[in-house]
């Protein structure tokens, strides 16, 4: 009798930490699947204006500081950084992305710029395929909070980045307000895929006179339409935000001395991000 209960109690603990896994295995790579199909939709195209974002990009780096250096520009997008980095006299600069058609503009871009010194592939920032203390420099803008596991996606990048070497994370502000676009966002990754472009457009079309007023400085996003930005920012499958403290702490926790900090400026001006730029400490074990 008792080892009969025994046994049943270990098949019910075995079956449900087997349930666990694969419930687990399938919520990340269900969600991995739909973030690298979402920008397969939205930012295939889309490849930001070249001076506007070597402007921001020479907030953080100049020419000088990264000649011959290797980077890693983790997320890629359509690889606007990589571009700015590799024609910027970088020595090796990976763009790495889950989004097949995002790096396939990434590559075109590559070939227009004719750059040998810039090259594109297909990788998870969770399970990056390079040795400890690979790059000088890792960049990533906007993308670890796009991931399963943006702390893992981290750690993952500072694995990868040599002692002493230059670590960019840009990352979405926690706001007041974020619990209400969260709220609209999950109402709105839950209707069907093909009514997404008409219902960006909708929004758009309502929202442009409140953007016009309260937001005239972003104005500034050349060749960006609203209802893409509507489309980005509602639509997208995964987002996180954090409080700029949080990951500031991370990062010092880390062994990392904090070199620049813009609170509220991204590129484009945009106050949905916090940038941190900081250095790897040469001592870290
Ligand atoms: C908002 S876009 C930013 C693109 C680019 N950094 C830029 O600023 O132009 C976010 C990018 O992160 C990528 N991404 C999301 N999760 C990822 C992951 N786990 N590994 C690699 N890339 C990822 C997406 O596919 C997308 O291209």
């Known amino acids: 009798m008792f080892r009969t209960a025994v046994i049943k109690n270990i098949e019910v603990l075995l079956e449900s930490s087997v349930n666990h896994i694969i419930a687990a295995l399938k919520k990340r790579f269900m969600n991995k699947e739909k973030v ?3 920008y397969d939709v939205v930012w ?6 070249y001076e506007a974002t070597k402007k921001h990009w020479e907030i953080f780096f100049s020419e000088d500081e990264v000649r011959g250096k290797s980077v890693l520009d983790a997320g890629c997008g359509t690889g606007i950084f990589s571009i700015i980095f590799a024609n910027n006299s970088a020595g090796r600069v990976t763009g790495i992305d889950i989004s097949e058609g995002s790096l396939k503009t990434a590559l075109s871009l590559k070939e227009k710029f004719a750059l040998q010194n810039a090259n594109f592939q297909n990788e998870d920032m969770h399970n990056l395929p390079f040795t400890d203390e690979n790059f000088d420099i890792v960049w990533a803008w906007g993308t670890v909070h796009h991931t399963t596991d943006p702390f ?3 750690d993952e990048l500072i694995r990868v980045l040599k002692k002493g070497g230059s670590i960019l994370l840009a990352v979405y502000t926690r706001t007041k307000l974020t619990f209400i676009h969260e709220i609209i966002r999950k109402i709105l990754v839950r209707t069907p895929k093909r009514t997404w472009t008409a219902l ?5 079309f309502f929202l442009t006179p409140v953007v016009f007023v309260f937001k005239r400085r972003e104005k500034s996003r050349k060749g960006e339409k609203l209802e893409e930005l509507i489309l980005d ?3 997208v499958p995964i987002r996180y935000y954090y409080k700029p403290e949080e990951i500031k702490s991370y990062l010092e926790k880390k062994g990392f001395t904090i070199e620049n900090y813009l609170p509220a400026s991204g ?3 945009s106050t949905s991000n916090f940038i ?3 250095r790897k400490s040469t001592r870290i074990k």
Do not use: G, L, Q, V
């Open 36 to 38: 690298s199909r979402f």
């Open 44 to 49: 295939t195209e889309y490849i930001p204006d």
């Open 152 to 154: 893992k996606a981290i």
């Open 200 to 204: 960006s457009k909708i929004m758009a």
């Open 233 to 235: 920012w509602y639509f």
């Open 267 to 269: 590129r484009f001006n």
């Open 276 to 278: 941190f730029k900081a």
